[in-house]
C-alpha cells in the first residue's frame, strides 16, 4: 500500500516538487515502509520551506526514537515545545 503510493508521489513530485502535503504523504509512506532515513530528509525539507511546521519536528523525533537515538528524541521534542510556547 505505501509503495504504491511512493510511485505515485514520484509522480506527484515531479510536478510540484515543493509541495508540502506530497512531502508530508512521502514523511509518512517511508516511515510506515522503515526507510527511516528518507523519512527524516522529507522533514528536513518541509522545515525548509516551513521552519515553523511543530509536526514535523514531532515526526522527527518519532523516527529518532525508533533508531534508538534518544539525544535527538529530547532536542526534537523540546525544540517542538518551544514552537507551540510561542505561538
Avoid: C, W
Avoid at 44 to 72: C, H, R, T, V, W
Amino acid at each position: 500500500k505505501y509503495d504504491e503510493a511512493l510511485i505515485n508521489l514520484d509522480l506527484a513530485n515531479e510536478l510540484e516538487p515543493n509541495n508540502l502535503g506530497i512531502l508530508k504523504s512521502y514523511a509518512l509512506s517511508f516511515f510506515h515502509t522503515g526507510r527511516y532515513e528518507e523519512a527524516q530528509k522529507s522533514h528536513e525539507k518541509i522545515l525548509q520551506i516551513e521552519p515553523n511546521a511543530f509536526e514535523s519536528y514531532l515526526a522527527q523525533g518519532n523516527i529518532a526514537f525508533y533508531q534508538g537515538e534518544m539525544d535527538k528524541v529530547l532536542s526534537k521534542f523540546f525544540y517542538m515545545r518551544f514552537l507551540l510556547l510561542i505561538r
